[in-house]
């Protein structure tokens, strides 16, 4: 998986709690990703990350925020985790614009 | 707005044959191009990519075709085997950056 990690791999929680997905890069790339993969949509971009403390919103942002205070981790807080965040999401890194991403295992998350 | 979609959502070959997916782009700017396979419970894996100076690029046993007049790429796998079992995206670079916009996927099934 191009070295990224992601953690955990696999969560049960409960409506209204908060949840914090992490993704970890061996690679120094710069740019950072996180979608979410749900039957029917694809990958649909979640934030994104250009540089450390730089992050961006994708095309379903609301209810989700990150955090990248180093190059190597970037973090995904589900502030209060509803059933419709039920989904795998997928970190993915990136050398440059107009270039190829690499994507780590996912995390199955799973909101009751 | 952009958008890439694939012409037909499941495919079944039988193993030995070739294979062709075919995807459709409605930005006539866009100049990268990937394929990516996801097998069930994996994240996308990077195939192939081509930009938009080449019309057709090779790698083993996959070869990419772009035709640039009518916006349709195509990914091609010869002799297919069971492992090539698995859903297929192609992406396309996002022009205004460093995003990259994903097909729905195209799942394939190879018959023993």
């Known amino acids: 998986d191009a070295g990224i990690t992601q953690s955990p791999r696999h969560k049960v929680t409960e409506t209204g709690t908060p949840v914090t997905l992490r993704c970890h890069q061996t690679?120094?790339?710069?740019?950072m990703y996180w979608y979410r993969q749900d039957p029917g949509h694809g990958l649909r971009l979640i934030h994104y990350?250009?540089?450390?403390?730089?992050?961006d919103k994708g095309e379903v942002s609301d209810g989700y925020s990150v955090s990248r205070s180093k190059t190597e981790d970037f973090l995904l807080t589900l502030e209060s985790a509803t059933s419709s965040q039920t989904s795998v999401y997928f970190c993915?890194?990136?050398?440059?614009?107009?270039?190829?991403?690499?994507f780590g295992p996912g995390t199955r998350l799973t909101v009751l | 707005g952009e958008s890439v979609g694939l012409h037909l959502p499941t495919l079944s070959v039988q193993e030995g044959d070739n294979s062709i997916i075919n995807c459709a782009y409605s930005?006539?700017?866009?100049?990268?191009f990937i394929w990516y396979k996801q097998e069930s419970g994996k994240g996308p894996q990077f195939i192939i990519d081509?930009?938009?100076?080449?019309d057709k690029r090779q790698g083993q046993r996959v070869t990419v075709l772009l035709n640039k007049t009518v916006k349709h790429l195509s990914l091609q796998i010869a002799a297919t085997q069971p492992g090539d079992s698995a859903v297929y995206f192609c992406?396309?670079?996002?022009?205004?950056?460093?995003?990259?916009?994903f097909g729905a996927g195209t799942r394939l099934f190879v018959k023993a």
């Open positions: 081509i930009r938009s100076n080449m």
């Open positions: 930005n006539s700017a866009s100049d990268y």
């Open positions: 992406a396309e670079g996002d022009t205004g950056g460093f995003k990259t916009i």
């Open positions: 990350s250009y540089g450390v403390k730089d992050t």
């Open positions: 993915a890194i990136q050398t440059s614009g107009r270039d190829t991403q690499y």
């Open positions: 690679e120094n790339h710069r740019y």
